[in-house]
């Protein structure tokens, strides 16, 4: 089974409202990844969170992690129409090396 | 800097056929892996090698055989393809602990 569990599944906002989801997974970890996948296309890297950070910032973006709770959440501030993407998380499942991914959330940002 | 390059971009098989899949990187990474992407099923790991000379079973590896040539080279072989094997296959690489990186995706048809 996958390691990562992205919620919800599907999310619709409009333009300027604020985007959160959530992932969690399920062994200890070393490091959460979060990508972005534009339809038709591959898979882009956002944002790495280490197993000791709690959060993290880049630009719009801002992680977090709880190992307690082995959960993750992605928040877009701000959205645009041009972030409407799949959203997936992947963890390491404290190999360093294997990396698994979660089934996505969909994001539709309506302008 | 090319990152990572996948080939064939698009490939129709019939059931039975053969064919391999190629993947190459040029950042040096020791880590390369082969992902199938499914409708709703997010990414799931096929094979892994953490470093040449090496290969390993993911989630999904029936079916499949991998060949890690050199640190640069990855290839994904179906020795007898089937229809459960229509999908869209990615090649990444990484560093150990860090972010992967995508290939564009082969997307395959078996008929």
């Known amino acids: 089974s996958q390691q990562g569990e992205e919620d919800p599944q599907a999310l619709s906002i409009q333009e300027g409202e604020n985007a959160t989801m959530n992932c969690s997974y399920k062994?200890?970890?070393?490091?959460l990844q979060w990508y972005r996948q534009n339809s038709g296309r591959g898979l882009v890297h956002l944002i790495l969170?280490?197993?000791?950070?709690r959060e993290k910032h880049s630009g719009r973006l801002r992680v977090t992690l709880d190992t307690s709770k082995k959960s993750s959440s992605l928040l877009i501030t701000a959205s645009r129409a041009a972030d409407t993407a799949s959203y997936f998380c992947a963890t390491d499942a404290g190999t360093g090396n294997q990396f698994y991914f979660g089934t996505g959330t969909s994001l539709t940002v309506i302008p | 800097n090319a990152g990572v390059t996948q080939t064939p971009k698009f490939q129709v098989l019939k059931t039975g056929q053969s064919m391999t899949l190629q993947c190459a990187q040029d950042?040096?990474?020791?880590?390369m892996y082969w992902y199938r992407q499914d409708p709703g099923m997010g990414l799931r790991l096929i094979y892994y090698?953490?470093?040449?000379?090496?290969?390993d079973k993911g989630e999904v590896p029936n079916g499949y055989n991998v060949s890690r040539l050199n640190k640069r080279e990855f290839s994904l072989r179906l020795e007898s393809a089937a229809p459960s094997q229509t999908s869209v296959y990615f090649c990444a690489s990484s560093g150990q602990y860090e972010k992967l990186f995508f290939g564009s995706g082969t997307q395959l048809s078996v008929l």
């Open positions: 950042m040096n990474h020791n880590s």
């Open positions: 062994t200890s970890i070393n490091n």
């Open positions: 090698s953490a470093s040449e000379g090496t290969t």
């Open positions: 969170i280490r197993s000791n950070e």
